[in-house]
């Protein structure tokens, strides 16, 4: 009787990781996971960027903008006051039902396995702010120096992955006089580089914005 419950048992765990087992390693899976964020990279860096210059005070006044197909992204927190050239931001980014909508990924390019797949997406941070993404960025020799920065922080994903991605990001980048005492990014000069990690998998992020 033991041993029969034992080879039950055996075969329900045999089945469970058949009916588990999508054909996706972990690795794509976090790729997936953060090509369906990447246009969020950019979005909150411009937010944060209006933040700055639309700031009186050491808070910047929140700045929100919709996904490019549901939910919202907004941009909140510091940023250093007085007459200084050099100026640091610390800002918390947080999505509601974030998503791009529908986008395809190729699956094994270059081979004879290649294939297209739809992927949709939508993304969350926690309600608490400070459990939010990190987006730190240091402003030097304004407005037409330098910028570097970082952006930590999990999001959570739902849709045809559901999981949670990590990102550890490093930006450097060129600033300019955006007239009238603005200071802006400019465009094409801002690299990012890092990782984004979900479960086992790690996706290695080099864009230029």
């Not at 899976?29 to 639309?54: C, K, M, Q």
């Not at 039902?97 to 941070?125: H, I, R």
């Not at 959570?156 to 060129?174: C, F, I």
């Amino acid at each position: 009787m033991k041993q029969l419950t034992w080879v039950l048992l055996a075969g329900l765990i045999a089945l469970g990781a058949a009916c588990g087992d999508d054909g996706i390693d972990s690795d794509e899976a976090a790729r997936r996971a953060y090509l369906g964020l990447d246009p969020s990279i950019e979005a909150s860096l411009n937010l944060g960027f209006a933040g700055f210059n639309a700031a009186t005070s050491a808070n910047i006044p929140p700045q929100t903008t919709s996904g490019p197909a549901t939910g919202t992204l907004t941009i909140s927190g510091q940023v250093d006051q007085g007459a200084s050239a050099n100026k640091e931001m610390r800002l918390r980014v947080g999505m509601v039902d974030y998503s791009v909508g529908p986008f395809t990924v190729v699956v094994n390019p270059g081979t004879d396995d290649e294939e297209e797949v739809t992927v949709e997406l939508t993304y969350a941070t926690s309600e608490v702010e400070t459990e939010q993404p990190y987006l730190q960025l240091s402003l030097r020799n304004i407005p037409t120096g330098t910028l570097t920065g970082t952006l930590t922080g999990t999001y959570q994903v739902r849709g045809d992955l559901e999981a949670a991605v990590t990102l550890d990001l490093t930006l450097s980048g060129a600033l300019m006089d955006g007239g009238g005492g603005a200071v802006l990014r400019v465009d094409g000069t801002t690299t990012v580089t890092g990782t984004a990690t979900s479960g086992d998998g790690v996706y290695t992020v080099n864009l230029t914005l």
